[in-house]
């Protein structure tokens, strides 16, 4: 029962932070459910259920879905350091920060595998790329949420995730340079090889932020 109180109050509290960002919510939005499928759509009229869309598949979703999926916790972010308060400060407190800005992950995760479902039906071989971008979204909100309360500036935690991003998209395709993630045709090996490691070592971020927020005043 009282965990069953918590989950609602969770969850009540995630909606006042979806609510709170205002025009922000929508950005995701936009990026994931309109540009996203117009650009495959595009694509798949264009090359077919072949090895060109894939590549596009990739691409694209690399493009857009590790940063969409972690906007609505970033931007969440901004209530816990920025100059101007929220309501939401005083019904929550450091311990539940992060339960709080996982629901948001998971939301977005969700919108994610609805997009996931419906193109592994066009194209099975494309799973792997979204279980790699999963994967992805899981090291980028780990990085977040560590550097939000060593840093305690949300500019400094969205440069990084744009850097990282960009770095990404233009030295993926030339090099192996890890943490970076590459556009190269992803397998399960390399899934296992380095996009798992990459996962875990979000996790472990979530754990050094976790224990830094117990001695955060913010």
């Excluded at 309501?87 to 539940?96: A, F, M, Q």
């Excluded at 799973?127 to 971008?133: A, D, E």
């Excluded at 400094?156 to 556009?183: E, N």
Aim: proline share 3%; hydrophobic share 50%.
């Amino acid at each position: 029962m009282c965990n069953k109180k918590h989950l609602i109050l969770s969850i009540q509290r995630s909606i006042l932070n979806l609510k709170n960002l205002r025009f922000l919510f929508f950005i995701p939005i936009l990026l994931m459910d309109v540009i996203l499928p117009i650009l495959l759509i595009n694509s798949y009229k264009t090359n077919g259920v072949s090895e060109e869309f894939l590549v596009d598949i990739q691409q694209y979703c690399f493009m857009i879905l590790p940063i969409s999926s972690i906007c609505w916790s970033i931007f969440s972010m901004k209530d816990y350091v920025g100059e101007i308060g929220s309501e939401i400060l005083y019904i929550s407190y450091n311990k539940i920060k992060i339960n709080d800005f996982l629901l948001l992950l998971i939301y977005a995760f969700f919108n994610m595998s609805i997009i996931a479902v419906i193109t592994c039906c066009v194209i099975n071989t494309a799973l792997p790329i979204f279980i790699s971008i999963f994967l992805i979204s899981i090291f980028l909100f780990g990085l977040s949420y560590f550097l939000l309360f060593y840093t305690k500036s949300l500019t400094i935690v969205i440069m990084i995730d744009l850097l990282y991003i960009i770095s990404s998209l233009i030295l993926g395709g030339r090099y192996t340079i890890f943490p970076l993630y590459v556009i190269n045709q992803v397998t399960y090996t390399n899934l296992c090889c380095f996009y798992l490691p990459l996962g875990i070592i979000g996790v472990f971020l979530c754990i050094l932020g976790i224990k830094k927020n117990k001695h955060s005043c913010i």
